[in-house]
């Protein structure tokens, strides 16, 4: 079983930017789609972005369309999610799952072994 960490959250001023990391346990890190989601006070846990595990497809969210961007390295087992022109709606906890089977899904029951999550805060 992959174990997860997130890292690279914190508070920063809207129009700042973030880069979130996502390590991984286990080499085989490389053969999952990753996906990161957010939770912010209050409210569900939403879908951001997905990476397959070849690195070349990749789906984002509406709401985070040209401004974060994900990407990985296999070699050093670390999806990463680059997010800039952060504003205050993107103020969150940030998760990392890897998913069952092969594709793409913006559902998070289709992920499994979640990290524990890295708070992003943006003040305005």
């Known amino acids: 079983q992959v174990q997860l960490k997130e890292s690279g959250g914190g508070l920063v001023q809207a129009g700042d930017s973030l880069r979130l990391s996502c390590t991984a346990s286990k080499r085989t890190f490389g053969s999952y789609t990753v996906g990161w989601f957010r939770q912010a006070p209050g409210k569900g846990r939403d879908f951001v972005a997905a990476i397959a595990y070849i690195g070349t497809t990749t789906y984002n969210a509406d709401s985070v369309k040209g401004r974060f961007t994900i990407s990985r390295d296999n070699a050093a087992n670390t999806v990463y999610l680059q997010m800039d022109s952060l504003n205050s709606e993107d103020t969150a906890v940030y998760y990392c799952?890897?998913?069952?089977?092969?594709?793409?899904?913006?559902?998070?029951?289709?992920?499994?072994?979640w990290g524990q999550g890295t708070q992003v805060t943006v003040s305005s």
């Open positions: 799952a890897v998913k069952r089977g092969v594709g793409l899904s913006q559902n998070s029951d289709a992920y499994d072994n």
